[in-house]
């Protein structure tokens, strides 16, 4: 084993010091600034003795890859003892088989990380660790963002848990998470150390967590993020998609509900319930952010986008002679729209399947190069062609203009782009990581001054990415398409209605607890509010 884990010869010590402390992982090459959204983390949890926990949550880890590409980590539990490993990079960058064979135990976590709270550090990837007062363990993983960290802060400065200098010490929200309940676990059983805490949660959290001998699950009561059950012959899964229960050949049984606690052990499942339901599943789940073969909901992904698609089309009609999608997040749209309009549906555009996040950071050169290090057209079927291309959202602009730009040049006689979503020009504080608002393309001077209508600000952005024509989709139609009433999803990126109630910005923003830490140890305020600008509240 390498030395980023948590292992003992005594139980729940940290052995030694991890290898990348306060370095931030190489984010990759960036085709122009463009910054898609980006999910914040999958989780993914096992009960099942006698099975390789460690590799099952490797596997469902895989299926979950999309959700996060910062680091990635596991733990597992045999009873006595419970170890954690974890580290930056993606899943096979992070695990190997030697690695998977020295996790013994029946029950394990897993985790993929995008930061939206924290710095992208060793100390911030997940699981984290922590120790109760009675000498157990505690392993937690998070998906989603909390509003009311500065709060829980607060809470637990009082309580002497914030501590910068602690070996393995986090910055993220869910690090504190894991403090508070490690902390309350220490004067009673986990499961109700969980009970009183979890109704002091605010924002969206899909959490798992373990002991050394059960498996924990909890969906936040707005249930923004996605988290189901499922069935193994010999245990259980839980995890954010279906997609992750196929891959491990767990059967879906169903999804946990918006502000409910699983416990896992050999007596069964147990629910509890810490707060009452109060839907608002994240809408940009179905758009862009789940695998297309996942079903949230009981509404299939990838169906719910070949409708957005039909809706497209019959919303914004365009005439031309192809359909081509911007792959891979396009393409489902891109066939539905091809179906509502009659016009042929073609692949007009190659992806290399093998750019992505990399520890390789590009030349000046190779960047100039921009998108075409990641698509490239396929001349001979876009010469001559009025294309509609398809894509799932406009974030600032960047790869759409070099996209059609790079179609025009390759013979294309128009270049229409419609988009599956609606313009998004709010912040997500529950777990997506947008651009700034004030880089995002639909609030630019680009895209019309301030008070302009909403066809004035489509026609500032089709001018400024150079197409012919430009339609998104409606609020309506896209819900329409989830099959959802709208009163069950969040919207907030769409149209600035925020589900859950805000705290004064001041108190929100990805770097607050390093801020709070930071001036806790005499320094100025670290980080900044990079989700908060002017435009960022209603």
Known sequence: MTDAHFTADLPHRLQSNPPHLDTPHPVGFDDGGETAPREECGVFGVWAPGEDV???????????????????????ADGSQVLVFKDLGLVSQVFDEQTLAAMHGHVAIGHTRYSTTGSTTWENAQPIFRTTSAGTGIALGHNGNLVNTAELAGVAREAGLLDSKRPGAGTSDSDLVGALLAHAAGDSTIEQAAMELLPRLRGAFCLTFMDEHTLYAARDPHGVRPLCLGRLDRGWVV?????????????????????????????GVRSSRFA??????????YVYLARPDSTISG?????????????????????????????????????????GSGIPYGQGLMKNAYVGRTFIQPSQTIRQLGIRLKLNPLREVIRGKRLIVVDDSIVRGNTQRALIRMLREA??????????????????????DFASPAELIANGAGAGQDG???EEMVDGVRRSIGADSLGYISIEGM???????????????????????????????????????????????AGGNDNVSALSRP
């Open 239 to 267: 995890a954010s998609e279906t997609a992750a229960l196929d891959i491990v050949g767990a059967s879906f049984v169903r999804e946990i509900e918006p502000g409910e606690l699983l416990a896992i052990d050999a007596d």
């Open 411 to 432: 013979g294309a006689l128009e270049v229409h782009v419609r988009i599956a979503s609606p313009p998004v020009k709010w912040p997500c504080f529950y777990g997506i």
């Open 276 to 285: 009452a339901p109060q839907p608002k599943g994240c809408v940009f789940e």
């Open 299 to 339: 509404r299939s992904v990838h169906a719910t986008r070949v409708e957005i698609g039909r809706r497209l089309a019959t919303e914004h009609p365009a005439e031309g002679d192809l359909v081509i999608p911007v792959p891979e997040s396009g393409t489902p749209a891109a066939v539905g729209y091809a179906q």
């Open 479 to 525: 819900v329409a398409a989830t099959e959802q009433p709208k009163t069950r999803l969040c919207t907030a990126c769409f149209d600035g209605n925020y589900p859950i109630e805000l705290p004064e910005d001041s108190a929100i923003g990805k770097n607050v607890l390093e801020g709070m830490l930071h001036t806790a140890a005499g320094g100025a305020v």
């Open 54 to 76: 460690a590799k099952l949550s490797y596997y469902g880890l895989y299926a979950l890859q999309h959700r996060g590409q910062e680091a990635a980590g596991i733990a597992v």
């Open 452 to 454: 302009s209508t909403v």
